[in-house]
Structures are given as C-alpha cells and as structure tokens.
C-alpha cells in the first residue's frame, strides 16, 4: 500500500489564524493518519502515511514558526529508522500539547460534554468514592471528600467545562495530604476526566473546521453566475462525541 495525507484547499483556508491554525492543521493531518492506518493490516508497510504526517507536520511548524518543532525538521536518511520515527512523533505531541492549551482563547470552538461523556466522568467519580470509602483515611476527612464528590456532580448537570470540573477536583488536595491522594488514585482520577474532556476539545476542534470549510465552499458558489450550472452542495460530516466508553473499566493507571 501506497498513501500518503492530502489536505485540501479548503482545508487549508478554514484554519484559524496564528498558531491555532498550526495546531488545528496538526489535529487534521494527525485524524487523517489515523484513518489511513485504520486500513493497513499488521503486516502492511506503513511508513508511507506517517513520513507523510511528519513531513506535513514539520513544514506547518515551519511556516507558522513554532518554537522546539521549527528546528527540529525531518528528513529521511539512511540512518532514520523506528526508533527515530517514534521520537519525532513523541516531540510533536508533548509541543502540541503545550500549544493546545497555550491556544485555547484563540480556538472559538466550544467543547461541549456530550451525556455519554458525563456518564463516563460520572463513573470515574463513582469508582473514586468507593476508594475513599474503602481507604483508611479517617471519617473527618472522608466526609470532606464526599461534599467535593457531590459538589463535582453537580457541577456535570449543567454544562460543564474543564476549567471548572478542574477547580472543583483540584480542591481535593486541600482536603487531603499526598499520600493519602495516592491511596485513593485521585491523581489518576484527575489525568482520566481530563482526557474526556480533551477528546470532547478534538471533536469541538473538528466540528468547527469542517463548518468554516462548508461556509467557504457555500461562499464560492454564490459567487457563480446564475448560468453555470454547480453540483448539490455537501452536506458538512458530522461528528459525534468519542461514545465508545466502557463503564465497566477502572482506571487504566
């Protein structure tokens, strides 16, 4: 197999502007590797589609001049193998990483808790109680625990954002000491719900770009004349929220 990722005109003319565009750019060269690889088997030859992703990558960090990936570069030789490939991959997503959350003002989407998604935190919130249930920690400090507990609940019935789910979880360590947070995996707890809301952030991000990239292709066909005749305009793809969550999971730390 043989492919490579494309990124459309289009594409390109709905990103955000400033380094939110790089990071946008990024998630959408990253989804569009990940759907190539959905049709490889394990014994296909991959490196096609993810030296493309680098490629793409590192030429965006380039042009938007994104500190640590701008000088970094890429380039296949003789010596890079997967050890190399994997590095390179590894430094992308710890700097996107810090751009994301660098960039959150600039990116208008709104990320948005779908109910299978406050289900999913819902649970985690579930599993947490019935640790400090079982732990040692005494009752003063338990019943704390549980008033934070019910205040993170109902914080999840109206719209909750991440910066507000995290306030509330980040009171916990006033409550308790670290050892005592270890016992209970609220650490891991808080790395879990913030994942949720990070794949709710990526879908947000998508959803966005694909509406500025329908509202440009609609603009361009009202600027036709009435005499051409055009095709139906495409129905923008819809995204859901990342469903598939198993409540029977505990946290995989």
Do not use: W
């Not at 390109?12 to 565009?21: D, H, I, N, S, Y």
């Not at 808080?190 to 609609?218: C, P, R, T, Y």
Request: aromatic share 8%; proline share 5%.
């Amino acid at each position: 197999m043989f492919e490579s990722i494309n990124i459309s005109d289009e594409e390109l003319a709905a990103l955000p502007t400033g380094m939110a565009g790089f990071v946008a750019y990024e998630a959408l060269c990253r989804d569009k590797l990940k759907e190539i690889l959905s049709r490889y088997s394990h014994n296909d030859d991959d490196s096609e589609p993810r030296h493309s992703y680098l490629t793409k990558v590192f030429s965006a960090a380039e042009y938007y001049n994104v500190p640590i990936l701008e000088d970094e570069g890429f380039e296949i030789h003789p010596d890079f193998d997967d050890v190399a490939s994997r590095r390179l991959f590894q430094l992308i997503d710890r700097e996107v990483t810090k751009l994301r959350l660098q960039t959150i003002p600039d990116r208008k989407a709104l990320a948005v808790i779908e109910p299978v998604q406050a289900t999913k935190i819902e649970h985690l919130v579930g599993q947490l109680r019935q640790r400090i249930t079982d732990s040692d920690i005494d009752d003063g400090k338990k019943a704390k625990l549980y008033k934070k507990l019910d205040e993170l609940l109902a914080v999840m019935k109206g719209k909750p954002t991440l910066q507000a789910t995290m306030v509330v979880i980040a009171s916990f360590f006033t409550a308790i000491n670290q050892g005592e947070a270890a016992i209970i995996k609220l650490p891991d707890t808080i790395s879990a719900i913030a994942e949720v809301f990070g794949h709710a952030q990526q879908d947000a991000d998508k959803k966005l770009l694909e509406h500025k990239s329908q509202k440009l292709i609609e603009d361009h066909s009202d600027d036709y004349s009435s005499g051409f005749s055009t095709k139906p305009k495409p129905e923008a793809k819809q995204t859901g929220p990342r469903g598939s969550y198993d409540l029977n999971d505990d946290i995989p730390f």
